[in-house]
Structure formats: structure tokens, C-alpha cells
């Protein structure tokens, strides 16, 4: 990468809109220095724009000073990365004539190391406590694992799940939708502020640059190219939550939801989601056995082992035979366990010597201990 590539990459910057496919089309068809040419100097008109768009565009030209934005950027401890570059994350290239022109970055660690395993974790806005809960559980679980949680650092979920990996002293990002000097919401600017203490605050426009609602969409994209898969935790049908995955799911990253309640609006855009190719995902650890490396698995899940889970099978079908209350006797227990009296009886003198039946002159009954076994087993029922 040339100083004057550089330089004309950081012009553009303020000139072309994130995620323009036009104006990526020109970087790779001409080349930086020959875009910012011809829209600061006035230069023969790019291919595929209208005249109207050309003027808006060359307006905007007007205001370029690369070297005020980056003397402001070095001042706000920001530094401006460059694709091809060695901190320059390469799987951003997935994105097409979509990539960023160039990425300003607030924070200390290496973009390119801490995108190699990383996970978005994005969600509602307003999103509902339980919500909030998971995310943050979320953020905690997979930072726990090594995981880099990158976030929107909005309100809701986003900001959930970057608290979460900071309170387990793990790494998060936060990508931006304005100037990454300039935190947005408000309300996060100390959450954003020690996000670029700890970790990395990350976004395509220049310093000072404010968000727009189409800003805030095309963000998203960056969000789905950076990781290796996008969980969304609440989302209704028209959020940009559903933007994120969908471009995850586009660039063939892995797409998952965490699933709520069947009557929460909030959850409805992540049950159409999980209706689809996205898989769901209940903790960190799931997340993790499906992004991560071979042999990241999580744990089995299953009920509680009961104690008549340890019999052999003719035991078992012995002790399910007997009456949940009163007195049965041997012959009507071998009729219902399909087995001998003798057997029958056999088997009760063992569940006896195990503590799960009692005898009572030619009866036996269940014992305390297994009417609580019984009456758990048919609870998984």
C-alpha cells in the first residue's frame, strides 16, 4: 500500500458511502488514486452513475482533507487500516465490491488476530430482561472460551453482550455506524469508552462522521464479515438484527438463534430465522462445538440420572409393575412385569436389598424412596 493509495483511500472515505458497490467497483476497476482523482479534481465521469449522482458526489469532494481526518484520528488514539494491509481482516474481502474502502480503528490489539475467532452476538434494542440475560450470559460464556464477542454497541442486546464479555474480563468489539471518536448512543459512551480501553471500537466513516438509519443497516454487513458466525438473542420481523444474519448467512457463515417465547413478538424473527438454515443455540458452549475448531464440543445434555436409571432392564420392568400405592402380590407382579412368579420375586428380594420395595406379609409395596424415582421418571414423559 502506497502513501498516495493511502491518502486517496482516506479521501474516499469521505466521499463514498459504506457498503457502495459502485464505488468498490471503481477501486477495483481504477484504483484509488484514480477515483479520488477524478471526483476531488473534476476528472472524466465514472462508469455506471448518473450525471445527478456524479454532481452529488463531486459536492461532497469539496469538504475532503485526508490529512485533518487523520491528524484528528491520531489524536482520538485512532489509526486507519487499509485492505491488504497486515492488520486488514482478510475474510472483509468476502464482502465484494461491498468492502469497506478502509476501516478506522480505536484500541490497542491487532483487528486481523482478534477477528480470527470471533462471534457477533446481536439482538433488539428493546429488548425484554430475559433477552438481555442471555446475551450477557452469552458475551460472558464465550470470552470464557477465547471467543472475541463483536457487537453493534447499541442498546439491548448489543450492549448486553459487551458487558458481558468485559465482566469476564474477556475481548469484545464494538462496530460502529459514525466516527469511532464519537460514541453513539450517548448513553453508551462510557461502555463504548472502555470497550477501546480493553478492546477494540471499529467503523467505516471518518472521525466526526454522525450514524443515519441506512449507516446503521450497512454496518451490519461488516458485523456478519468479521466473524465466523452471528448469533441473534431477540429480534422482531423488521429489525436489523435479521440484516446481520441474513448477510451472515449470504457470505456462508454460520447463522444461529436463541430461542424465547412462542408469544413474544421479540422472539418472532428469530423463530422465522431458526425456521431456516440458522441453528439453535441455548449457551456459549453450543455456540462454541459449532463455530470452533474439531473437538470443541459441548457437554451432553440430559435429565438428572434417578436412581432406577442404574437397574438392569428385568428389575425395571419389575418395579414398574407395582401399584403406585398399596399392596400387590408376586403373581400379579410377574402378570404385569410379562416375566415368572419366581423371577418375579427374585427380582423383588433385590430391589428389597436396594431400598425400593418393602414386604408386608404376602404383599409388597413401593417404599418412599421409589414413588420419588417413579414419579420422576414419568415427569420426562
Not at 491520531?74 to 478502509?102: H, N, T
Not at 434494542?125 to 452469552?138: N, S
Not at 448513553?187 to 438509519?213: D, F, K, M, S, Y
Request: a positive charge; aromatic letters at 4%.
Amino acid at each position: 500500500m502506497t502513501d498516495d493509495e493511502r491518502m486517496a483511500r482516506v479521501a474516499l472515505a469521505q466521499v463514498v458511502e459504506p457498503g457502495d458497490e459502485a464505488g468498490g467497483r471503481w477501486l477495483r476497476e481504477f484504483g484509488a488514486v484514480e477515483v479520488a482523482r477524478r471526483l476531488v479534481q473534476g476528472g472524466e465521469p465514472l462508469p455506471g452513475v448518473s450525471e445527478k449522482r456524479w454532481e452529488g458526489l463531486r459536492g461532497r469532494s469539496g469538504r475532503v482533507r485526508p490529512d485533518r481526518d487523520l491528524a484528528q484520528a491520531r489524536l482520538a488514539g485512532v489509526r486507519f487500516i487499509c485492505p491488504g494491509e497486515p492488520e486488514w481482516p482478510a475474510q472483509l474481502d468476502d464482502l465484494g465490491d461491498a468492502r469497506p474502502i478502509g476501516l478506522w480503528v480505536r484500541g490497542r490489539p491487532s483487528l486481523r488476530i482478534w477477528a480470527l475467532r470471533s462471534v457477533a452476538v446481536v439482538g433488539a434494542r428493546a429488548c425484554t430482561e430475559y433477552g438481555a440475560h442471555m446475551a450477557a450470559t452469552l458475551g460472558a460464556g464465550l470470552a470464557e472460551r477465547g471467543w472475541v464477542v463483536v457487537s453493534g454497541g447499541a442498546y439491548g442486546v448489543d450492549g448486553a453482550a459487551h458487558r458481558g464479555a468485559l465482566g469476564a474480563g474477556g475481548a469484545t468489539v464494538a462496530v460502529l455506524a459514525c466516527g469511532v471518536d464519537r460514541p453513539y448512543p450517548r448513553g453508551h459512551t462510557e461502555l463504548i469508552n472502555r470497550i477501546a480501553e480493553q478492546g477494540l471500537v471499529v467503523g467505516e466513516l471518518p472521525p466526526g462522521e454522525h450514524p443515519t438509519p441506512s449507516r446503521f443497516i450497512l454496518r451490519n454487513r461488516v458485523i456478519a464479515a468479521l466473524t465466523r458466525g452471528t448469533v441473534v438473542v431477540e429480534a422482531a420481523y423488521r429489525s436489523g438484527a435479521l440484516v446481520t444474519a441474513r448477510a451472515a448467512q449470504r457470505l456462508g457463515r454460520f447463522t444461529m438463534g436463541v430461542p424465547g417465547p412462542a408469544t413474544s413478538g421479540l422472539s418472532a424473527g428469530v423463530h422465522e430465522l431458526l425456521r431456516g438454515e440458522a441453528v439453535l443455540v441455548s449457551d456459549a458452549a453450543e455456540v462454541s462445538e459449532l463455530v470452533g475448531d474439531m473437538g470443541e464440543l459441548a457437554p451432553d445434555r440430559r435429565g438428572p440420572v434417578l436412581p432406577r436409571d442404574l437397574l438392569d432392564p428385568g428389575a425395571g420392568r419389575v418395579l414398574a409393575a407395582l401399584p403406585a400405592r398399596g399392596l400387590a402380590g408376586a403373581e400379579e407382579i410377574a402378570r404385569g412385569a410379562a416375566t415368572t412368579p419366581d423371577d418375579a420375586v427374585g427380582r423383588l428380594y433385590e430391589l428389597r436389598a436396594l431400598g425400593f420395595v418393602e414386604r408386608h406379609g404376602d404383599g409388597w409395596k413401593l417404599t418412599r424412596q421409589a414413588m420419588i424415582s417413579v414419579r420422576g421418571d414419568r415427569g420426562r414423559c
